[in-house]
């Protein structure tokens, strides 16, 4: 089997909360997605997508991602989209970096795997795990009064595991862990994200603020060795997200003891492919993880499904449905949440179908 074409499509989803803010008084609208469709000489069609979180989150952006596949996908031309390893290693020879530009490329040749063989993704990655996937809240910046009306809200929905960004002003931040905190109930989770944002002081004063609550610290600053200090100076647990950016980095964290838990965003390390390796060595190494994507609809929400449908339960912190925070549905089958949980589709391959309408022409064919 061979790629002959390759259709880039650009959609846009607008937020369902109006804004998304995190820290810094960064906030974004609308995700600007990217939906790649894979066409094969045998007649199947495998779709991926990608959708940074604006500009200004990790070093993606949207254009950058049509940009870099009008570079890269030329290459897989003529390739066994089967061979997810030879994909990737073509793709790394030819384009350095730029995880996020491969993903979307990586997502829809493992859905032509599937479809080829007649199996769902997460049989390929591991095979089924338990019933549903958990997914946590992401709960945007605000006042603390409104955050805790967001929260309360998201918990009408079903949702127990409460992600709030932080990551301004020390003081108000504590106000926001504290108001939140006060507002849950028993078995809740609370994760405090401050995106990279807080200098080492600043990360200082907060969490010997906040000792005594229970509750996950999530990436206090930008560098590496910045929120490894912070690690040392607190006792709650502590997750990385924006800084292991891949296997290597994963590597060091762990022999560092720098973290309890790992986000694995699929298109900061490559996709499908590389997360799923990551996850292995998680598993192996025995750390816990968040299984998620910046942004996008319902092909990126199907392969995080997947993926983290097919990690032993034990091992699964939190996921994430971001096809549920936008108002825009690209695709039938995608994973719907249901109580604060969603399922990977049974069907062949991610199990979803593109609504063509929806995607429109596409901005650039390859082929
Ligand atoms: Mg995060």
Redesign the pocket.
């Known amino acids: 089997m061979k790629i002959t074409q390759i259709a880039v499509h650009q959609v846009d989803l607008p937020l369902s909360a109006g804004t998304y803010s995190w820290s810094d008084g960064k906030s974004i609208r609308t995700y600007d997605s990217t939906v790649v469709r894979v066409f094969t000489d045998a007649g199947l069609i495998g779709h991926g997508e990608v959708c940074p979180l604006g500009p200004s989150y990790l070093p993606a952006y949207a254009n950058g991602v049509r940009t870099g596949l009008a570079e890269l996908a030329p290459h897989l031309i003529g390739q066994d989209p089967r061979q997810l390893g030879v994909i990737n290693r073509v793709m790394d020879q030819q384009l350095k970096g730029h995880p996020y530009v491969k993903s979307a490329l990586d997502i829809a040749c493992w859905d032509i795997l599937g479809l080829a063989s007649g199996l769902p993704v997460s049989t390929l990655l591991g095979g089924r795990q338990g019933e549903a996937v958990k997914c946590y809240r992401?709960i945007s910046r605000d006042t603390p009064e409104r955050m805790v009306e967001r929260v309360a809200a998201c918990r009408a929905e079903g949702h127990h595991h409460f992600?709030i960004k932080v990551g301004g002003e020390p003081d108000f931040d504590i106000a926001r862990i504290r108001a939140v905190a006060a507002s849950l109930g028993a078995g809740e989770v609370l994760?405090a994200?401050a995106?990279t944002s807080w200098l080492p002081h600043q990360a200082a004063r907060v969490v010997r603020a906040i000792e005594d609550i229970d509750l996950y610290l999530?990436?206090p600053c930008l560098g590496y060795g910045e929120c490894l200090s912070i690690r040392r100076r607190t006792s709650r647990p502590f997750?990385l997200?924006?800084i292991i950016d891949g296997p290597a980095m994963l590597l060091r964290a762990h022999a560092d003891q720098a973290m309890d838990v790992v986000?694995i965003k699929l298109s900061k390390v490559g996709g499908l492919t590389a997360a799923r390796q990551m996850r292995d060595m998680c598993v192996v190494m025995g750390l816990a993880m968040?299984i998620e994507d910046s942004g996008g609809s319902d092909i990126v929400t199907a392969a995080i499904a997947h993926l983290a449908h097919s990690t032993p339960e034990a091992f699964r912190f939190s996921s994430s449905d971001v096809n549920g925070y936008n108002t825009v549905s690209i695709a039938e089958g995608g994973p719907q949440q249901r109580g604060g949980y969603i399922e990977a589709p049974t069907g062949p391959g991610l199990g979803v179908v593109p609504y063509l309408d929806v995607l429109g022409k596409p901005v650039a064919t390859i082929g």
């Open positions: 992401a992600q994760v994200d995106n999530e990436q997750i997200d924006e986000n968040t």
